[in-house]
């Protein structure tokens, strides 16, 4: 199986240490700011390799 290439509130709660509120915030957010560059966006996922750009986390240590 692949990878997973996308990130879901929880793991965002989870990376961030963050109630899964918050996380779905920072999700939605997210997801409308890729929506305004004329992206496509899925429900409830963020791309990781985005969230970790926009966090400044490196790609490699969030599995």
Do not use: Q
């Not at 992206?39 to 400044?56: A, N």
């Amino acid at each position: 199986m692949r990878e997973r290439t996308h990130l879901t509130a929880e793991d965002i709660a989870f990376l961030l240490s963050r109630s899964s509120s918050v996380a779905y915030k920072i999700l939605n957010d997210l997801n409308a700011d890729l929506k305004r560059k004329g992206f496509y966006i899925v429900k409830g996922r963020v791309p990781k390799k985005y969230f970790c750009d926009k966090f400044g986390i490196p790609y490699e240590s969030v599995s």
